[in-house]
């Protein structure tokens, strides 16, 4: 019996973790406001096209629009009854979806104080000179973190925790180093043919931490 019982348990939780996993984006219409994914939009407009399937513009969204709503809906149906176990025992299995790609996204920048040196640049994203802070920052459970936080307006309790985790690693590589500030400047990625391309630069959640905090 307890076999059989085994098997059906894990049938469920496989069958749970897959469609809460499924890559179902939630599509809203604020996204479509965004030059790049109207410049999508216009893309698949002419793809159709191409094959015959003449949609118009506005018509193709607000089907996707649907879409996104129903398959959403349907997702939160079917796992509904397993939020009660997933997290008790560690079995969520959810992820985002890139809807299209962010036009502005951060880059994370940290810079170090050496005594009465003034800043200096210690890390800029993706740089890769295959050093211990490097191999720290681009492991991807470490990544997960600042990764995801630098293009939130708010970036939350754990990415606060995070810096003040980092700042203890790095004091910990760099003895001569007293301060270190972290930052996200913004980039602009948007194709050369966008009409509301953007150059003034920008910086978002700035954190500083001091070494004489860790004694």
């Known amino acids: 019996m307890w076999p059989s019982i085994r098997a059906v348990l894990i049938t469920l939780v496989l069958f749970f973790c897959v469609v809460e996993a499924a ?125 995801d936080a630098g293009d939130r307006p708010y970036p939350g309790k754990l990415y606060n925790r995070w810096v003040t985790w980092l700042g203890g690693r790095i004091f910990e590589l760099y003895p001569q180093v007293d301060a270190i500030r972290l930052r996200f400047d913004r980039v602009d990625i948007q194709p050369p043919t966008a009409r509301n391309r953007h150059t003034t630069e920008e910086t978002k959640h700035e954190r500083t931490r001091f070494r004489e905090d860790y004694r």
């Open 23 to 147: 890559p179902l984006p939630t599509l809203k219409k604020r996204h479509l406001n965004r030059q790049i994914a109207q410049d999508e939009t216009d893309r698949w407009v002419s793809i159709l096209g191409a094959f015959g399937v003449e949609v118009p513009r506005e018509v193709l969204i607000q089907k996707v629009l649907k879409a996104s709503r129903k398959s959403g809906k349907l997702q939160k149906r079917l796992i509904r009854p397993w939020r009660k176990f997933e997290r008790p025992l560690g079995l969520s299995q959810r992820w985002g979806l890139f809807t299209f790609t962010d036009s502005y996204p951060g880059r994370l920048v940290i810079e170090a104080r050496r005594g009465d040196d003034g800043w200096s640049e210690l890390y800029r994203a993706p740089h890769d000179d295959g050093s211990v802070l490097v191999d720290l920052l681009h492991y991807r459970r470490v990544r997960g973190i600042w990764d």
